[in-house]
Nanobody, 123 residues
Framework: QVQLVESGGGLVQPGGSLRLSCTASGRPFSWYNLSWFRQAPGKEREFVATISRFGRATDYASSVKGRFTITRDNEKNTVFLQMNSLKSEDTAVYYC????????????????WGRGTQVTVSS
């Protein structure tokens, strides 16, 4: 069991940067693969990035590759999403999700979800 809480969302101008954090209250944190998803109004929940249990493997959606970086700090029970060169298309509610076993890119594979944090990219 793990509880996930996202933070760091807000309003940012196009081309700006934002760092999202997701902190877990459950243990051990290293048992879980972590992923970020996002969902814009009227659209399906979309994969953004994933990271393996000890951070050795990562994967990104094509739309964010080269702009976003996912990292984790198991000592602090936290996963991060560094977002650079933000575009209006990045506007969405961002969710972190966790599962055991392997990295995952499908929302229906998640075992646990955070409540989400709003990211708005607008001038």
């Amino acid at each position: 069991q793990v509880q996930l809480v996202e933070s760091g969302g807000g309003l940012v101008q196009p081309g700006g940067s934002l760092r999202l954090s997701c902190t877990a209250s459950g243990r051990p944190f290293s048992w879980y693969n972590l992923s970020w998803f996002r969902q814009a109004p009227g659209k399906e929940r979309e994969f953004v990035a994933t990271i393996s249990r000890f951070g050795r493997a990562t994967d990104y959606a094509s739309s964010v590759k080269g702009r976003f970086t996912i990292t984790r700090d198991n000592e602090k029970n936290t996963v991060f999403l560094q977002m650079n060169s933000l575009k209006s298309e990045d506007t969405a509610v961002y969710y972190c999700a966790a599962k055991s076993g392997s990295t995952f890119t499908s929302a229906d594979m998640a075992d646990y979800w955070g409540r989400g944090t709003q990211v708005t990219v607008s001038s």
